[in-house]
């Protein structure tokens, strides 16, 4: 099954049993975020929301709220794509086993991005202001965008397929941010825009960024996923959603023609703004900082178009079912990425960045019988380096040849050995 938009998703979770509506009107500020809390805690279907107060746009949230309803939704691609990030670990696989990776190796050729004339996002225009005002944490500094694909070129090579495509919180207003005319972006300068902004620093020019909301789940999904060296975000997304990522360009601008909004504008180089705070996936508030703001060009949005958004804070929460998917995707690649490691995982309890739980080999000096770690430190160096876990705040690892049943699930074991 694949959904060309998110209209045709929240249809299919409502046909199946997993979406109800809410057609009262419901207050953005703090009331959507907390109705969205409790079904979620009572592990109950996605929520669309039919009247936003002061917005004439439907929301909806917990999309992904389980991991049943997140398995539903990409029921017919996963294990493609599973064999696909396989193949990125042993590209020998499809010669050695050509009738089981045949199908995946073709998917990702027709997967890549299509460029389109017709597209329906462009069909209209609105505010800032005429958004949907989601605050979901009482000292939060404004409304945030909570599911954004922020889309960014490589100002030396231009182009979708040296794209980065990443959710960064983006923080509409609040604060001294110019209502409808200026936007907060949080991010880092070791992420992919971050790299792209950089660039264009060095070169004293504005760095253009879209940023699309709504639109297939596989394109927010694909926006969060830590994937391989030289796999396209695009790409990937045209994989686990069955369907090739559909663009145009205006005024410069990349423009996904499957998003329900896009958000286009520029962010100049030494030009920041206050942003935050903002109740984060930790159960804490990030507080207020500086980061780059950006200048609104125009706000694009579809007929009928839908605002999706989550709420993030203590775990569990609905981007927990996001690291689970992920995990169950990408697990199996990481040890043929870093050789002796036989798995690791993100503890979702601590908020999955700032804790790792490793399991690796010490197999350097199998000859002196006092061992010491040895071959699980570089392991544990390696780990640290390695895409989005060098965010971990703390690592354990252990060797397996100590405790072979050991499992980092297993946490109150994995802890006491």
Excluded at 226 to 234: I, N, R, V
Excluded at 271 to 300: A, C, I, Q
């Amino acid at each position: 099954m694949s959904y060309k938009n998110l209209s045709e998703c929240v249809e299919s979770l409502e046909k199946n049993g997993h979406l109800i509506r809410i057609k009262q009107e419901v207050d953005p500020n703090l009331e959507m975020a907390a109705i969205h809390l409790r079904v979620y805690e009572a592990g109950g279907p996605a929520i669309l929301f039919e009247n936003v107060k002061g917005s004439k746009f439907k929301a909806v949230s917990n999309i992904f709220g389980t991991m049943d309803r997140s398995r539903f939704l990409f029921r017919d691609t996963l294990e493609n794509v599973r064999k696909l990030i396989e193949l990125k670990g042993d590209p020998l696989k499809v010669i050695k086993n050509p009738l089981k990776y045949a199908s995946p190796a073709l998917s990702a050729y027709t997967a890549l991005p299509l460029k389109t004339s017709n597209n329906p996002v462009l069909k209209n225009q609105t505010r800032i202001s005429e958004l949907p005002q989601i605050k979901c944490w009482p000292m939060d500094g404004g409304p945030f965008v909570t599911l954004p694909q922020v889309y960014t070129e490589d100002i030396e090579h231009p182009g979708v397929m040296q794209s980065n495509l990443g959710m960064y919180r983006i923080q509409l207003g609040g604060n001294d941010y110019i209502q409808d005319k200026e936007i907060g972006l949080h991010y880092q300068l070791h992420r992919g825009i971050g790299v792209h902004q950089t660039k264009a620093n060095a070169k004293g020019q504005p760095l253009k960024v879209s940023i699309f909301v709504g639109g297939p789940p596989s394109h927010s999904l694909s926006a969060v996923m830590p994937l391989p060296e030289g796999m396209s975000e695009l790409t990937f997304a045209g994989l686990i959603g069955n369907r090739r990522f559909r663009y145009s360009y205006q005024d410069g601008y990349c423009i996904s023609s499957d998003a329900d909004f896009v958000i286009t504008g520029e962010v100049y180089p030494g030009e920041n703004k206050p942003e935050g705070p903002f109740g984060d996936h930790l159960g804490y508030y990030s507080l207020t900082h500086d980061f780059p703001l950006m200048k609104v060009h125009k706000v694009f949005h579809k007929n009928g178009a839908i605002w999706p958004f989550t709420v993030v804070g203590r775990p569990p929460q609905e981007d927990t079912s996001f690291g689970a998917l992920i995990h169950e995707i990408t697990g199996p690649i990481i040890p043929k990425e870093i050789p002796g490691l036989h798995e690791v995982h993100a503890v979702d309890a601590a908020g999955v960045h700032p804790l790792l739980f490793a399991i690796g080999s010490e197999r350097y000096t199998p000859y002196y019988s006092g061992r010491k770690p040895q071959e699980i430190l570089t392991i544990a160096n390696h780990i640290l380096g390695f895409g989005q876990m060098s965010l971990a705040k703390y690592l354990f690892i252990c060797a397996k040849e100590d405790n072979p049943g050991l499992s980092i699930y297993e946490i109150d074991k994995y802890l006491v050995h």
